[in-house]
């Protein structure tokens, strides 16, 4: 039976919106140019606003990328995965596996990998948290735009590339960035489950939030409410079907997030380095106490290793995103957002439960939510980086909103949202001058900042309002323009800053310094920054271009900088400095040790390994608090020659175990005379 096709439509000659689709099957240089140029019923100028975005998120977040030092605590364990493929597993401070840093192993998986293929340094590590920083920006466009259109994925992506704090965050080795990715890749293949109510896409969203949660353990679960609520309110197929198919995909979080965690407690301890940050040296205390309630709570003797509650944002309230510490971070389009999502939800108030939009809505809605509840209100240790992960959410509702509010301003569709852009434009751009007002006298960049933020906000609304009046659509196109220079101006100055400034690698910020203190390593607690940051002396190429042997380029040790380590841990290494003298005196007499030599705590002990290129013991983990290292243990390490040194103080108050140790040390070990604190043991000082 023959059919008849409709003729193809005209193609227009005068400049058309949409392009028409090029015929099936055109072949690899068609496919190519369709990624320069975009889907065919883009508009012309969406693949080059995107492309556009992420170059400039590429520069910002790669810009002068070898000068980096990054955070030396991560650092030193990515350095020990690439000698030992067993440290490499565990996620080991140390070559030699004594000690774990605080954190599952992911994101120093995937910068150890990093090194391996390109050689060791700041870029080789900084390298895979670029990429995963952009790559977040582009998966948040196309999620965005695939339900609201390439304008709204446009500001979303533009608003997260230009968030102050995840700029400074995307250049420095914590593993936030990758943390992000991963949920945004669960949202991802979550919404794809939604839509077409099958079972594989929840499974994988299940997968991703698993090696989230093995990136930075239980904050990776702060999204999983607004991903169940959403999926079971808005997935295809009955309720039965969706309550299934929610329980497979949970056994398939299950199952991914636990499978390291069960694997290493396995292991008998005797066979592995000790889990830093635990108090019973089991990985499940780690995620229930340390990282978890006692992030909520605050440490104790009862949620793990202590943190002392350290917060570096400022008190815990609702107010917290707000202060002039975390203010300049995060908060320049939070009032827009709340305003978005207010007004989205209840301009999608009569739609069917599976309508797209409204999960979207849900979902981004639920995200931003929850973080911003958790770590407003988190009583334990806090860092301003960790609101990095809130950042999507909030860059999703902007252009969410962004659209919904205009389209609704224009239209007069919805009378009591019709007026609502306006206010939410004066009301954002009020908040980004008294943030840019609370920097004055920084710098030309913040008061350019503000005069900008200021005049584009003033002519946005009122352009918006004339031309709404007048029904000039061209000068209301315009207002909205000049809206988006209006509320990103401020972050813009920021993350400029933030990419053309040295970077604190352990609490890493962006824009001026407003008094958050220093973050300790691995967002465990304060303390001395360590200041070494490359290995030297190993006898191996760097990767950097550097003669064997010397830290890599735009890397400076401490020796170059003149500066020591100071311990913490009491008796067991406080008020003693390891300077890099003794450093170059521990390895000419190391005589075969596996160590180096023991210190009491994590900034030491990974800026030693850094500078020496040896394995260190950190004896008292992260805060010196850890019973990593008992008597028994030092004896055996001592009297098996793995171990010659030890660093203890010559005073001051520690746990009874290191009090024990240090009254041992000092009663069988030969004082270095030349290092305060230094001791030697052989094997015929164990009794």
Same mark, same amino acid.
């Given at each position: 039976?023959?059919?008849?096709?409709?003729?193809?439509?005209?193609?227009?000659?005068?400049?058309?919106?949409?392009?028409? *689709?090029?015929?099936?099957?055109?072949?690899?240089?068609?496919?190519?140019?369709?990624?320069?140029? %975009?889907?065919?019923?883009?508009? /012309?100028?969406?693949?080059?606003?995107?492309?556009?975005?992420?170059?400039?998120?590429?520069?910002?977040?790669?810009?002068?990328?070898?000068?980096?030092?990054?955070?030396?605590?991560?650092?030193?364990?990515? =350095?020990?995965?690439?000698?030992?493929?067993?440290?490499?597993?565990?996620?080991?401070?140390?070559?030699?596996?004594?000690?774990?840093?605080?954190?599952?192993?992911?994101?120093?998986?995937?910068?150890?990998?990093?090194?391996?293929?390109?050689?060791?340094?700041?870029?080789?590590?900084?390298?895979? &948290?670029?990429? +995963? $920083?952009?790559?977040?920006?582009?998966?948040?466009?196309?999620?965005?735009?695939?339900?609201?259109?390439?304008?709204?994925?446009?500001?979303?992506?533009?608003?997260?590339?230009?968030?102050?704090?995840?700029?400074?965050?995307?250049?420095?080795?914590?593993?936030?960035?990758?943390?992000?990715?991963?949920?945004?890749?669960?949202?991802?293949?979550?919404?794809?489950?939604?839509?077409?109510? /099958?079972? &594989?896409?929840?499974?994988?969203?299940?997968?991703?939030?698993?090696?989230?949660?093995?990136?930075? &353990?239980?904050?990776?679960?702060?999204?999983?409410? *607004?991903?169940?609520?959403?999926?079971?309110?808005?997935?295809?197929?009955?309720?039965?079907?969706?309550?299934?198919?929610?329980?497979?995909?949970?056994?398939?979080?299950?199952?991914?997030?636990?499978?390291?965690?069960?694997? +290493?407690?396995?292991?008998?301890?005797?066979?592995?380095?000790?889990?830093?940050?635990?108090?019973?040296?089991?990985?499940?205390?780690?995620?229930?106490?340390?990282?978890?309630? %006692?992030?909520?709570?605050?440490?104790?003797?009862?949620?793990?290793?202590?943190?002392?509650?350290?917060?570096?944002?400022?008190?815990?309230?609702? =107010? /917290?995103?707000?202060?002039?510490? &975390?203010?300049?971070?995060?908060?320049?389009?939070?009032?827009?957002?709340?305003?978005?999502?207010?007004?989205?939800?209840?301009?999608?108030? /009569?739609?069917?439960?599976?309508?797209?939009?409204?999960?979207?809505?849900?979902?981004?809605?639920?995200?931003?939510?929850?973080?911003?509840?958790?770590?407003?209100?988190?009583?334990?240790?806090?860092?301003?980086?960790?609101?990095?992960?809130?950042?999507?959410?909030? *860059?999703?509702?902007?252009?969410?909103?962004?659209?919904?509010? =205009?389209?609704?301003?224009?239209?007069?569709?919805?009378?009591?949202?019709?007026?609502?852009?306006?206010?939410?434009?004066?009301?954002?751009?009020?908040?980004?001058?008294?943030?840019?007002?609370?920097?004055?006298?920084?710098?030309?960049?913040?008061?350019?900042?503000?005069?900008?933020? %200021?005049?584009?906000?003033?002519?946005?609304?009122?352009?918006?309002? +004339?031309?709404?009046?007048?029904?000039?659509?061209?000068?209301?196109?315009?207002?909205?323009?000049?809206?988006?220079?209006?509320?990103?101006?401020?972050?813009?100055?920021?993350?400029?800053?933030?990419?053309?400034?040295?970077?604190?690698?352990?609490?890493?910020?962006?824009?001026?310094?407003?008094?958050?203190?220093?973050?300790?390593?691995?967002?465990?607690?304060?303390?001395?920054?360590?200041?070494?940051?490359?290995?030297?002396?190993?006898?191996?190429?760097?990767?950097? $271009?550097?003669?064997?042997?010397?830290?890599?380029?735009?890397?400076?040790?401490?020796?170059?900088?003149?500066?020591?380590?100071?311990?913490?841990?009491?008796?067991?290494?406080?008020?003693?400095? +390891?300077?890099?003298?003794?450093?170059?005196?521990?390895?000419?007499?190391?005589?075969?040790?596996?160590?180096?030599?023991?210190?009491?705590?994590?900034?030491?002990?990974?800026?030693?390994?850094?500078?020496?290129?040896?394995?260190?013991?950190?004896?008292?983990?992260?805060?010196?608090?850890?019973?990593?290292?008992?008597?028994?243990?030092?004896?055996?390490?001592?009297?098996?020659?793995?171990?010659?040194?030890?660093?203890?103080?010559?005073?001051?108050?520690?746990?009874?175990?290191?009090?024990?140790?240090?009254?041992?040390?000092?009663?069988?070990?030969?004082?270095?005379?030349?290092?305060?604190?230094?001791?030697?043991?052989?094997?015929?000082?164990?009794?």
């Amino acid at each position: 039976m023959t059919t008849l096709a409709p003729p193809p439509a005209p193609v227009q000659q005068d400049g058309p919106r949409h392009r028409v *689709a090029p015929p099936a099957g055109g072949g690899l240089a068609a496919r190519t140019r369709s990624l320069f140029t %975009g889907a065919p019923e883009d508009p /012309r100028w969406a693949r080059p606003a995107l492309w556009a975005v992420l170059v400039l998120a590429t520069a910002l977040y790669a810009w002068n990328l070898s000068s980096v030092t990054g955070n030396t605590f991560y650092n030193a364990a990515v =350095y020990s995965g690439t000698k030992s493929w067993k440290a490499f597993f565990f996620g080991a401070l140390d070559s030699g596996s004594f000690i774990t840093v605080d954190k599952p192993p992911f994101a120093l998986w995937v910068m150890g990998l990093s090194a391996r293929v390109l050689g060791y340094g700041t870029w080789q590590l900084a390298l895979p &948290m670029v990429a +995963v $920083g952009v790559g977040s920006v582009a998966l948040l466009y196309r999620m965005v735009k695939r339900d609201f259109g390439p304008v709204a994925g446009t500001i979303a992506a533009l608003a997260l590339a230009l968030t102050p704090i995840t700029v400074a965050l995307t250049r420095d080795t914590n593993p936030d960035p990758v943390l992000v990715f991963l949920m945004l890749l669960g949202a991802a293949t979550l919404m794809k489950a939604v839509r077409t109510g /099958r079972l &594989m896409p929840l499974v994988w969203s299940g997968v991703a939030i698993g090696f989230a949660f093995n990136t930075k &353990m239980m904050q990776a679960y702060v999204v999983l409410p *607004a991903f169940f609520l959403v999926y079971l309110w808005a997935a295809r197929g009955g309720l039965g079907r969706r309550i299934r198919n929610l329980a497979v995909g949970t056994v398939a979080l299950v199952v991914s997030s636990a499978w390291w965690m069960v694997v +290493v407690d396995l292991i008998p301890a005797s066979s592995r380095p000790y889990i830093g940050g635990s108090t019973d040296n089991t990985v499940w205390d780690l995620v229930i106490g340390y990282n978890g309630f %006692g992030r909520i709570f605050g440490a104790s003797a009862s949620t793990g290793s202590q943190g002392n509650g350290a917060s570096f944002g400022g008190d815990a309230g609702l =107010y /917290r995103m707000f202060n002039d510490i &975390m203010g300049g971070q995060i908060s320049w389009l939070i009032p827009f957002a709340l305003v978005a999502l207010t007004g989205g939800l209840v301009l999608r108030g /009569r739609a069917p439960r599976t309508d797209a939009k409204r999960a979207a809505l849900m979902l981004w809605g639920g995200w931003f939510v929850l973080h911003y509840l958790t770590f407003a209100l988190a009583e334990g240790t806090f860092h301003p980086y960790y609101v990095t992960a809130m950042a999507p959410g909030i *860059a999703a509702l902007a252009g969410i909103g962004a659209v919904m509010l =205009y389209r609704a301003f224009v239209e007069g569709s919805a009378a009591k949202w019709s007026w609502v852009l306006p206010v939410a434009i004066a009301g954002s751009t009020v908040w980004a001058v008294v943030l840019l007002q609370r920097v004055s006298g920084s710098g030309t960049l913040y008061t350019v900042a503000e005069v900008v933020a %200021g005049v584009a906000g003033v002519a946005a609304v009122i352009g918006l309002l +004339v031309g709404r009046f007048t029904k000039r659509q061209r000068l209301m196109g315009v207002a909205a323009l000049a809206a988006v220079v209006a509320l990103l101006a401020g972050p813009a100055a920021y993350s400029v800053s933030a990419a053309t400034a040295s970077t604190n690698g352990t609490n890493p910020t962006a824009g001026p310094s407003t008094g958050g203190g220093m973050g300790g390593g691995g967002g465990a607690g304060g303390g001395q920054r360590p200041s070494g940051s490359a290995p030297s002396g190993t006898g191996t190429g760097t990767g950097t $271009g550097q003669p064997a042997g010397q830290p890599p380029s735009g890397s400076t040790s401490s020796s170059e900088a003149g500066t020591s380590r100071t311990s913490g841990g009491g008796d067991m290494g406080g008020d003693t400095q +390891v300077s890099s003298e003794m450093i170059t005196y521990l390895k000419k007499n190391q005589d075969g040790a596996t160590w180096l030599v023991a210190v009491a705590t994590d900034q030491t002990a990974s800026s030693v390994i850094l500078e020496s290129g040896q394995p260190v013991i950190s004896m008292g983990g992260w805060s010196g608090s850890d019973d990593a290292m008992t008597l028994a243990k030092l004896k055996s390490l001592v009297k098996s020659g793995k171990l010659h040194y030890i660093v203890v103080a010559d005073s001051g108050q520690g746990s009874s175990t290191g009090s024990e140790i240090a009254t041992w040390v000092k009663k069988n070990g030969t004082a270095v005379t030349d290092y305060s604190g230094l001791y030697r043991l052989d094997a015929s000082d164990v009794g």
